[in-house]
């Protein structure tokens, strides 16, 4: 009940925050008839019907997780932007192994296993990426070659 | 005569031994994304295209290869349902009912030879349907002016909107979202930023891959880490594998209707093949009344759903095809592969690149041949496969999807947006909002809004134009039926449970 409430009412303020938003955007001189806004702004009101009715009639609530498994899955987030952030600075195989590694352990936690996985998706992921398919991708931080060089 | 000409310029094209090789390796990988629980055709087809788009194919190559996957993926799901009472993807759900109460039987390499025959029936009658009816649908599609396309894109939210969730409002706020992320981005009209906040990120829009991927391919994993990997059971052995004649001989009627019946239910556009699954099981079980024993094993249990699935799959591209409007979530991201290869889906693709359409059509006719033969006596192969654990399985996919969208744009940005979504799809299907409507806003978003302002232009701004033609009308009509209409019969068509043990 209460999930699906504060869903709908999230929906609601971001729909009117939304309308709110395309009645800011610019029209130039070449407009048509419909113009820039209209579609948003009509997009924006179904959806605040949506979040009114989801508000007034929720369906039952789900299960969600709780305590260990709610910092599993915060901490696969932070990895996961930690690893969006570290892939162009760090080179491929470091992050790599380090992420899924992480993502194994959440899923099945087993140290020796995990660490296992990760290594060895980072290094045979890396072999069919750049001789298999050809992508550009760099094993290690470009600077550490760069002094020896 | 006209077909013929058409097929052998389409064999021409596919029968090049490089787009052979293509076929059969998209059949290999597809097979193995189907079989894998967790990895269905959405999510599989989803995180290989960016890579296959870095890979630098060109557009009928690309197309043959995941067009492939997408009916390996089609044919793999079984393998799974069938082992382990697990579908590998939704539209497979309902072969777990009597194929693994067979497979518990000890009848489990029957149920797969058998199921993979029925596939191949199913996929193939369909791509006959496709190169038969596709061709007409695009004449009739060039009567489409703008307002019968604001209709028709409308109708696709309606009906998928309708079929893919319990509760309207819910489906309807999820096609909300994905329209809303559409309009990021310049305006195609003014040239002007709308719902940038002056980030230069934004200026482009957000592509869709990044949306796919995440909500698909990142989303799951959330899942997996939520339930530890639970799902992952130990299934029922595999002795000998044999083709088992008899049951192939007594099902094949079965097989012939499920395949109508499954095409039928993929052209609608939004039903797809989990309706399509669906409908086929439920007409063969009234069809073979109560002493049919469907449901405890039996092999029209297993035969009709996976020749409906694999039909409905084949419906599924005539929309998407001739209309550009897809008829399921994976048809979705099929549509949104053409979109990155700059192929325009529509009544000119059959006029303009006839080698990219018939070139597909042939190169489905030899993927089903392929995944055949292959499905057949390398079954035992794909089961080796599916006993990767989720401890590896879920890093790598999350992995494949990091390198794919990375490759995409070389921006950390991107990737930071694939982990929003990631979080935003599992919270949306923890709600019981169905995340392909989304994805069908942000691949159509853009198009619908073109095809309301050139109507207006056209109309000089009286909407009564959008009205004004009997196509339109009708199509208005449809969509107002296809969102209501599942709530009266959501009495009678409820799925039944899945076997327990």
């Excluded at chain 1, 209209?38 to 929720?58: D, E, H, R, S, T």
């Excluded at chain 1, 060895?120 to 094993?139: D, E, H, N, Q, T």
């Amino acid at each position: 009940m209460i999930s699906d409430r504060i869903f709908g009412l999230v929906v609601t303020l971001a729909a009117l925050a939304f309308i709110a938003s395309a009645t800011q955007v610019q029209t130039s001189f070449l407009s048509d008839p419909v113009g820039p806004k209209a579609f948003p702004m009509m997009i924006g009101a179904v959806a605040v019907i949506c979040g009114i009715f989801m508000i007034l009639k929720p369906d039952p609530d789900p299960t969600w997780p709780v305590g260990k498994t709610l910092l599993a899955l915060m901490v696969a987030v932070a990895v996961l932007v930690g690893y969006a952030y570290s892939l162009k600075p760090l080179g491929f195989l470091i992050p790599t192994a380090i992420t899924a590694a992480i993502l194994s352990y959440q899923i099945s936690p087993k140290a020796l296993q995990a660490i296992l996985a990760g290594l060895g998706l980072s290094i045979g992921l890396f072999l069919v990426f750049k001789y298999a398919l050809g992508l550009g991708l760099f094993p290690f931080p470009k600077t550490w070659f760069a002094a020896a060089s | 005569m006209e077909i013929l000409n058409n097929l052998a310029l389409g064999f021409s094209i596919a029968l090049s031994p490089y787009t052979l090789m293509l076929a059969v390796v998209g059949c290999f990988i597809g097979t193995i994304i189907g079989a894998l629980p967790g990895l269905g055709p959405s999510n599989g087809v989803a995180i290989l295209i960016p890579i296959t788009f870095t890979l630098g194919l060109d557009a009928t190559s690309a197309l043959v290869l995941m067009t492939s996957v997408y009916y390996g993926a089609m044919y793999g799901g079984r393998i799974s349902s069938i082992l382990l009472n697990i579908p590998g993807d939704e539209p497979a759900l309902m072969t777990t009912l009597d194929g693994y109460p067979m497979a518990k039987q000890g009848k489990a390499g029957n149920a797969l030879v058998l199921s993979g025959v029925a596939s191949f029936v199913g996929a193939f009658l369909a791509t006959i349907g496709l190169l038969l009816l596709a061709p007409i649908l695009a004449r009739v599609a060039y009567l489409f002016g703008p307002a019968e396309y604001f209709a028709l894109y409308l109708l696709a939210f309606c009906t998928l909107g309708g079929m893919a969730s319990n509760n309207q409002a819910k489906a309807a706020i999820a096609s909300c979202i994905g329209l809303g992320i559409a309009m990021i981005g310049l305006d195609n009209n003014s040239g002007l930023p709308r719902f940038t906040f002056g980030n230069l990120h934004l200026m482009d829009g957000i592509d869709f891959l990044v949306a796919i991927v995440g909500l698909f391919a990142i989303a799951e994993v959330f899942f997996f880490i939520e339930g530890h990997g639970k799902s992952s059971s130990i299934g029922v052995k595999l002795d000998k594998v044999t083709v088992p004649w008899r049951e192939i001989y007594i099902t094949r009627w079965t097989m012939l209707r499920a395949s109508a019946v499954g095409f039928v239910a993929g052209i609608l556009p939004g039903a797809g093949a989990s309706l399509g699954s669906f409908l086929a099981y439920m007409s063969e079980k009234s069809i073979a009344g109560k002493d049919g024993g469907f449901g405890t094993g039996v092999p029209k249990g297993v035969a009709a759903p996976e020749a409906g699935n694999n039909a409905a799959a084949g419906g599924a591209l005539v929309p998407m095809l001739t209309l550009g409007v897809p008829g399921s979530g994976t048809t979705a991201v099929l549509l949104a592969l053409l979109m990155t290869l700059n192929i325009t889906p529509g009544p000119t693709l059959f006029t303009d690149r006839p080698e990219v359409v018939w070139g597909l059509i042939a190169s489905l006719l030899i993927a089903n041949v392929v995944l055949l033969l292959m499905n057949v006596p390398m079954v035992k192969v794909f089961v080796r496969i599916l006993q990767v654990p989720a401890w590896v399985l879920l890093p790598g996919v999350t992995m494949v999807s990091f390198v794919g969208i990375y490759s995409l744009s070389g921006s950390y940005f991107d990737l930071l947006l694939m982990v929003a979504f990631g979080v935003l799809g599992y919270v949306l299907r923890k709600l019981d909002v169905p995340t392909v409507p989304v994805i069908l806003g942000i691949l159509l978003g853009r198009h619908m809004e073109d095809a309301l302002r050139r109507a207006m232009v056209i109309a000089d701004g009286d909407l009564m134009y959008l009205f004004s033609s009997s196509i339109s009308i009708g199509l208005w009509i449809a969509a107002v039926a296809g969102f209501v209409a599942p709530t009266f019969l959501r009495g009678v068509l409820t799925k039944p449970q899945r076997v327990t043990d």
